[in-house]
């Protein structure tokens, strides 16, 4: 079962404007959230994080939303920028484990 | 430069023939786990480690192998590879435990025909 799910593969989105990721979750012992970027040939490299505790964390052109109710976070990317073309992960924890749970991952690409 | 490194970036083999492959870190890291990353379902975990000599299993651990002999290495071994276990397979470590942020090593490509 997947627990973690980014339900879009792609997304493609004009530069200048907002990329917003989307990630749901099932299991309701994830209090902490993660986002990872991957470029080709190269490993997953992290981006944000958020704990279940707030429902928002920002840096920079970066800011994760969480909405427990909904058990759903968003990765917001503004102003979009070519180098932000990339494979972005969402993941989550529970306290004690001692992994992260991905999801499928989903493709930005940023046109000129 | 803080890194965790694998060898070899690309392996192309056939079944049935033991490889290994190296992942180390130079962050003194005690947390390191193995994961692979397959169309479709993200990355997965394999097995993971504490610590050395204190290793454990993920949520696909068959047909591989670790150990933790030291801090800084942790390889993953495969005994009698098949072409199910064509993947990308990734390293990666940590500083307090895997529910955190993971530093991940560049990949390896594994192709077993």
């Known amino acids: 079962d997947q627990q973690v799910k980014q339900n879009s593969p792609s997304l493609s989105v004009q530069e200048g404007r907002i990329s917003i990721l989307n990630c749901d979750y099932t299991?309701?012992?994830?209090?902490?959230f993660l986002w990872y970027k991957k470029y080709p040939a190269e490993g997953p490299t992290f981006l944000i994080s958020i704990s279940s505790i707030k429902d928002k964390n920002e840096d920079g052109r970066f800011t994760v939303f969480l909405n427990k109710s909904a058990k759903h976070l968003s990765l917001h990317i503004v102003p979009s920028q070519p180098g932000d073309s990339a494979v972005y992960f969402c993941?989550?924890?529970?306290?004690?484990?001692?992994?992260?749970?991905f999801g499928q991952g989903t493709r930005l690409t940023i046109n000129p | 430069e803080a890194q965790v490194t694998q060898n070899p970036r690309y392996l192309i083999t056939v079944t049935g023939k033991k490889l290994t492959v190296t992942c180390s870190q130079n962050?003194?890291?005690?947390?390191m786990s193995w994961y692979r990353q397959d169309p479709g379902l993200g990355l997965r975990q394999i097995y993971y480690?504490?610590?050395?000599?204190?290793?454990d299993k993920g949520d696909v651990p068959e047909g591989y192998k670790v150990s933790r002999k030291e801090k800084r290495n942790f390889p993953l071994i495969l005994e009698s590879p098949s072409p199910n276990q064509t993947s990308l397979y990734f390293c990666?470590?940590?500083?307090?435990?895997?529910?955190?942020?993971?530093?991940f090593g560049p990949g390896t490509r594994l192709t077993v025909t």
């Open positions: 962050m003194n890291h005690e947390y």
């Open positions: 990666a470590s940590s500083l307090s435990g895997g529910g955190y942020e993971q530093y």
């Open positions: 993941a989550a924890s529970a306290t004690g484990a001692q992994k992260l749970v």
């Open positions: 299991n309701s012992m994830f209090d902490y």
């Open positions: 480690s504490m610590n050395v000599e204190v290793t």
